[in-house]
C-alpha cells in the first residue's frame, strides 16, 4: 500500500497569505495523484486530479504540482472559505490510499 | 447536479449488522464505479470498498474484506453497503462516493453527505 505523508499538520495563516501544502508518497505514483479539501461538518471536495487539473467550479487560486513522490497544493491569497482540511489521495497503486490531512486554520 | 443521499446509519452493538444505502441521481448511474470511504471521528479519509457500473466487479479493503458486502441496483440509482460483524473500530462517517477517470487516472468526483455509524454496546 502506498503511504501518503502530508505536511504539516496545521498551518496556521492570515486571509490573503500564501498556503503551500506538501503530500509525499512512499513509492511513485506518478501524476496520479488528487486533492481534497473539507470543511467543518461537510463532506470532501475534488479540488486537483492528475495532480495539476483543477476540478469543475474551483477557483483559479487553487494551484497543483509535482509528480513521483513529492506533490504540492498550493492556495494563492487565502479567503474565509478556504479555512479547512486538506487531503491528498492516489489511486496509482492499488488499494487507494489517503493522506492524513493537513489543516489550514486562521492565524 | 449530481446528488449522492446515504441512509441506514445509526448505533449498532458489536458483531451486529447494518445496511446502508446511497440513492444517486443527477448522472447516467450504470456508467460510473461508486466507491465507500469512512471518516473516523476526528480522523483521516479510508476508502472501504469500491464496485463496478455493472455491478460485476467489487473490492475491497483489508480491514472489511468478509465482513462487508457492496452492490448496486442500476434500476433503483442505489448503492448499498451490508455491514456483518461489526466492530468499534468500524465507528465512522460513512461517505459514498462517485467515480471519475481522466485519460490517465481515476478519482472520486462527487461525494454523499455521509452517515454516521457507531458500533457500541
Known amino acids: 500500500e502506498v503511504v501518503l505523508t502530508q505536511s504539516p499538520a496545521t498551518l496556521s495563516l492570515s486571509p490573503g497569505e500564501r498556503a503551500t501544502l506538501s503530500c509525499r508518497a512512499s513509492q511513485s505514483v506518478s501524476t496520479y495523484l488528487a486533492w481534497y479539501q473539507q470543511r467543518p461538518g461537510q463532506a470532501p471536495r475534488l479540488l486537483i486530479y492528475?495532480?495539476?487539473n483543477r476540478a469543475t467550479g474551483v477557483p483559479a487560486r487553487f494551484s497543483g504540482s509535482g509528480s513521483g513522490t513529492d506533490f504540492t497544493l498550493t492556495i494563492n491569497s487565502l479567503e474565509p472559505e478556504d479555512f479547512a482540511v486538506y487531503f491528498c489521495?492516489?489511486?496509482?497503486?492499488?488499494?487507494?490510499?489517503f493522506g492524513g490531512g493537513t489543516k489550514v486554520e486562521i492565524k | 447536479e449530481v446528488q449522492l443521499l446515504e441512509s441506514g446509519g445509526g448505533l449498532v452493538q458489536p458483531g451486529g449488522s447494518l445496511r446502508l444505502s446511497c440513492a444517486a441521481s443527477g448522472f447516467t448511474f450504470s456508467r460510473y464505479a461508486m466507491s465507500w470511504v469512512r471518516q473516523a471521528p476526528g480522523k483521516g479519509l479510508e476508502w472501504v470498498s469500491l464496485?463496478?457500473?455493472?455491478?460485476?466487479?467489487?473490492d475491497y479493503a483489508d480491514s472489511v474484506k468478509g465482513r462487508f458486502t457492496m452492490s448496486r441496483d442500476n434500476s433503483k440509482n442505489t448503492l448499498y453497503l451490508q455491514m456483518d460483524s461489526l466492530r468499534a473500530g468500524d465507528t465512522a462517517v460513512y461517505y459514498c462516493a462517485k467515480d471519475r477517470c481522466s485519460a490517465t487516472s481515476c478519482f472520486f468526483d462527487s461525494w454523499g453527505q455521509g452517515i454516521l455509524v457507531t458500533v457500541s454496546s
Open positions: 489521495q492516489q489511486r496509482s497503486v492499488w488499494p487507494p490510499s
Open positions: 464496485i463496478g457500473g455493472s455491478g460485476t466487479g467489487t
Open positions: 492528475d495532480a495539476s
